[in-house]
Nanobody, 123 residues
Framework: QVQLVESGGGLVQAGGSLRLSCAAS????????MGWFRQAPGKEREFVGY????????YYADSVKGRFTISRDNAANTNYLQMNSLKPEDTAVYYC????????????????WGQGTQVTVSS
C-alpha cells in the first residue's frame, strides 16, 4: 500500500512557476514509477509525465515538455513537479500517482492516487 499526498498548489500569474510535491508513505516508494496527471473542470484526467523508480528516466506529454520537470528523492519518499512558464491552460487539479509499470501513460496503469492539489494560472 502506498498513500500519496500532494502539496504546493496555488494561484500564480501566467509565466510564473510552481513546484508541487508528492509525499508517499510506505517503504516501497522507490520501487514505483511515479506519475503526474491533471484534470480541468469538465475534462478528462490528462497525463502530464512520469519518472522511473530510479529517477533516471522521465517522459512528458507534449503540452508540458520543456516547461515541466519531474524529479524524485527516494530517501525522502517524495517526488516533485516543477512547473515553469505556466499558462492559463495549465489550470487544473494536479494528481500524483504510483505505478508498477515501467512506462505508464494512462490512468489505468496506476494503482495509487493522491487527493490532488489545485493549480490556477491567471492571465
Amino acid at each position: 500500500q502506498v498513500q500519496l499526498v500532494e502539496s504546493g498548489g496555488g494561484l500564480v500569474q501566467a509565466g510564473g512557476s510552481l513546484r508541487l510535491s508528492c509525499a508517499a508513505s510506505g517503504r516501497t516508494f522507490s520501487t514505483y514509477t511515479m506519475g503526474w496527471f491533471r484534470q480541468a473542470p469538465g475534462k478528462e484526467r490528462e497525463f502530464v509525465g512520469y519518472i522511473s523508480w530510479s529517477g533516471g528516466s522521465t517522459y512528458y506529454a507534449d503540452s508540458v515538455k520543456g516547461r515541466f520537470t519531474i524529479s524524485r528523492d527516494n530517501a525522502a519518499n517524495t517526488n516533485y513537479l516543477q512547473m515553469n512558464s505556466l499558462k492559463p491552460e495549465d489550470t487544473a487539479v494536479y494528481y500524483c500517482a504510483a505505478s508498477i509499470f515501467l512506462k505508464p501513460v494512462t490512468t489505468r496503469n496506476y494503482d495509487y492516487w493522491g487527493q490532488g492539489t489545485q493549480v490556477t494560472v491567471s492571465s
